[in-house]
């Protein structure tokens, strides 16, 4: 399956003679050649032989269409000789003028131009935010009024994948933390006699920040994401619209259930990080001679059910904030896959700056 | 099976393999089986057009002839080689020698149309750039998509993106192409128009076509050869020329596809 080009001086013009089966695989070194013969030769006629080409893919025809199409002086025109009827109906099935014209890339709007989309992307973003917080509200003052609006079977479907299959998840981090938080702040504390007060330091911080930021962290970047791109593919297959058509409200069937399973679940595994961050902390512990009943003492000394509370309310509202604004980013995805890998990427950083956001809120007005 | 004859397609020969050969076939997903025992050759230069109800397996037949999915037992031989048997390697080399057209066009979302047409010539290809461009504009060209080139495919409505599939299937200048309903949500005009561009790579380079369709028209004008799946049987129930199958088939549910008889009809006519 080869081809190949030979070029010979006949006369005044040049003569190129193609041979074999020109297709995808074998066109570039021909191309290549005949067209540097076409420019080694600007001044003189081109005759191109053809009566040796058996077979000429799309590639193929390119390539011949390649070389009539070439702006060349009237005594230097490039001319085919004896291409078989077949291939040369292909060819002239198509006008070269049609592609004098480069082609046309992807648009790509200028700097300043896509300072000032991303400016308004932004500004719409906040207000579509807005105008989807007013929805949900109004939708779940409906469902609390009325009966029947809440489907609670979804709600525990999205409360047991999101919740209880993240637990295992959730153990790890929690135990890792309250683990290094514990020996480094061990070993500081060593060299000033106070390594009881560590577990002042870790039981304040596990329970009133650490436990509810980390928890929903990985609940952001596993459910968040997971609600952004479910209803975003929902969105691409137009099943929310089919929802609309229906005249129900997309936020009641898709957004609500998810908002309520996250704000059930994110607190209860906060819980289980809080829980499991202390026992790492206090396995630590041992190691600096701080038995269990000491850590446990020293624990309720240090901390209050209030900072427990503030935790596990912390927790609440940053779980309704991830799947708030997985659900939002899901259901204003475009058209495309790529829209969903969008939405999805948004979806997680959001939520994971406002959750930052929220627990700084939190830190300056619960001293 | 009703079998009709037909004459073969252009350029079929005995003495070269056929394009595809499809040997006692048995395929479906897990426990539940869309085909048996099928049993069908499509020659070199042929049109075949495979057809059957919603459900009777015409895609999957599609994606296991392409080396998708493994059938359950029997064989494929795409030019005499099996793609079943064929290690990854040479699996994947039999598969470059088919362009395929999928039902939605599966065009890649983060590339415009003419990168999506040009990327099997950029993988594969030593050509350059200018000349990648050219031969992906002229496919467009063909498919009547060349205002298109720019765009990307969430601009496109589904027919668009169809023809941009097949424009992309024929890039790498593959002897046999596989197109999973093309003519589906096309106006009628770019229809016919697809139709004749099919005949016409047929008729010049001879390219083997695999047409899975429901479109009657474009039945009658490309078709050498119509395989009919049924789902309730789960075999081959005719084959043989579209014209031929719809004036001479005894089998109610052949005469009822084709003369677009709904149920109620044939049912009321058989009582």
Redesign the interface.
Known sequence: MTASATEQIAGDGVRIELRGRITAYTAAPLWRSALETLARHPGRPIIVDASQVEYADNVGIALLLDLMRRDRAATAKVEIRDLASNLAALVQAFDSKDFTAAPRGRLSPGIFEQVGRATVQHFRYVTQMADFVGECWVELRQALTRRGRINWGDVLDIATEAGANGVPVVLLIGFLMGVIIAFQSGLVARQFGAVIFVVNGVGFALLRELGPLMTAIVFAGRTGAAFAAQIGTQKVNEEVNAITTFGLSPIQFLVLPRLIAAVMVVPLLTVFADVVGLFGAALVMLTFDIGFVQFYNQLLQAVTAWDFGLGIVKAAVFGLTIAAVGCQRGLATGAGATSVGLSTTSAVVTSIVLIIVIDGIFSVFTV | MQTIPMQAGVGATTEVPPAISVRNLRMGYGERVLLENASFDVQRGEIVVILGGSGSGKSSLMKNIIGLYEPIAGDILIAGRSIVKARARERNELQRGLGVMYQSGALF??L?V??NVRF??DQ?????LA?K???A???L??VAM?YA??L????LSGGMLKRAGIARA????CDILLLDEPSAGLDPITGANLDQTIL?LR???GLTFVVVTHELQSIFTIADRAIMLDPVSRSIIAEGNPGDLRARSTDHRVRQFFNRVPDMATDTAES
């Open positions: 979302g983060s415009t003419l990168e099997p010539l594969f290809t030593d050509l350059a000349d461009n050219l031969t504009r002229m496919l060209q063909l060349g080139e720019s990307m495919p969430a601009e024929l890039a790498l200048g016409s008729k010049n380079l």
